[in-house]
């Protein structure tokens, strides 16, 4: 028996393992159930009362040195794991993510934004589920009016008083309500309309509205305010044109146009061949909204416009079909990547 053990201490000595598997063999030939130990042990009921002693030291000495090797052999594996996780090889070519793009909305709505702000204009956000009183009621529009049909808003069956808005306009009422002028500023956001999805028409498209208010506004502003937008954002020859037009909310109103940017106003196609094409709805905020925001119409006047972000877009990007804007196809989107930088 004292050989068998020697040997095995040379053996436990010896060994070395190069993965877990390898070790975990050597610890159940050694400490299994069926393993050198137990047999060993069984074996030592057998020795002789006078050697037993001895034999007893050294059958524990085995197990102890069988168990510090599998320790210090199950260290060494844990450290050589680590040390092969951490080994990054810095010289490597990076793997770059595709950092996307801007999508073409918004970066006219940013486009717009920008050219605003630089005449004072700040921004603000409103709810896009409204209520009846800030899509419709405060704005002047007659309890009748077309708009609130149920074929062009969306109503909540449970709750009528609750919409998606509309246009942006319901925040030009926020804003009046809990603002003293002077204001000067732009609303961005999305609109929604229950409207049968086609190239030309979507359920749902962008605004940016905009609102001045102060004491002595006057149309001259407005006028002299969109001509400068347009000739920003399109080109500095770019002419405009007002048409008389009806909106609830301004007294007079007017439909923007300007001169076609693709064929400089000589008639094309795009155009109809008239030479100019609409983009905005404006007017002299009326009277009743002011009064509707607790704004004195006897002291204070204003100017309003809603710019569809979407019509602005198509013209200088020529897209075609509305439906692109939300299909997420990438390379539709892709083509606007530098487009614009600014
Ligand atoms: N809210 C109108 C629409 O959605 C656009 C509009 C027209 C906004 C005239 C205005 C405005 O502020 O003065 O069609």
């Given amino acids: 028996m004292k050989e068998k053990i020697n040997q095995y201490l040379a053996e436990i000595e010896k060994f070395t393992a190069n993965t877990a598997e390898e070790l975990e063999q050597f610890r159940i030939r050694y400490s299994g159930k069926k393993g050198i130990l137990n047999e060993l042990f069984a074996d030592f009921r057998l020795v002789a009362a006078e050697e037993r002693r001895e034999m007893g030291v050294l059958l524990n000495d085995l197990k102890g040195k069988v168990q510090q090797r599998i320790e210090s052999l199950r260290e060494g594996l844990a450290g050589e794991e680590t040390a092969a996780a951490s080994s990054h090889d810095l010289t490597l070519p990076v793997n770059f993510m595709d950092a996307g793009s801007q999508h073409p909305l918004m970066i006219v709505r940013n486009r717009i934004i920008d050219i605003f702000s630089r005449i004072g204009f700040t921004v603000a956000e409103g709810p896009e589920i409204e209520d009846d009183w800030h899509t419709f ?3 002047n529009f007659a309890p009748e009016h077309p708009a609130r049909d149920m074929q062009d808003t969306f109503f909540i069956s449970e709750n009528p008083d609750v919409v998606l808005r509309t246009h942006t306009s319901s925040v030009q009422v926020r804003v009046m309500e809990t603002t003293k002028p ?3 500023m732009t609303f961005p956001g999305r609109v ?15 605004q940016v509205e905009g609102l001045y208010v102060d004491k002595n506004v006057s149309f001259a502003d407005l006028r002299q305010t969109l001509l400068y937008f347009a000739k920003e954002m399109f080109s500095p020859d770019t002419r405009i044109r007002l048409r008389p037009s ?3 909310f301004t007294e007079p109103s007017a439909e923007m146009d300007i001169s076609c940017n693709l064929c400089g106003g000589k008639g094309c196609g795009f155009c109809k061949y008239t030479g100019w094409v609409e983009i905005l709805g404006c007017g002299m905020v009326h009277p009743n909204v002011l009064k509707n925001c607790g704004i004195d119409p006897g ?3 204003g100017f309003a416009f809603g710019i569809g972000i979407e019509r602005i877009t198509n013209l200088v990007f020529n897209v075609k079909d509305l439906r692109m804007f939300s299909e997420n196809d990438v390379r539709f989107l892709q083509q606007f990547e530098s487009a614009w930088q600014q």
Avoid at 192 to 206: D, K, L, P, T, V
């Fill in 192 to 206: 929604y309309r229950n409207e049968a999805i086609s190239a030309r028409a979507h359920c749902f498209f962008h």
């Fill in 137 to 139: 009621s405060a704005l």
């Fill in 246 to 248: 009806y909106f609830p």
């Fill in 299 to 301: 002291v204070y006047s």
């Fill in 182 to 184: 002077p204001i000067r």
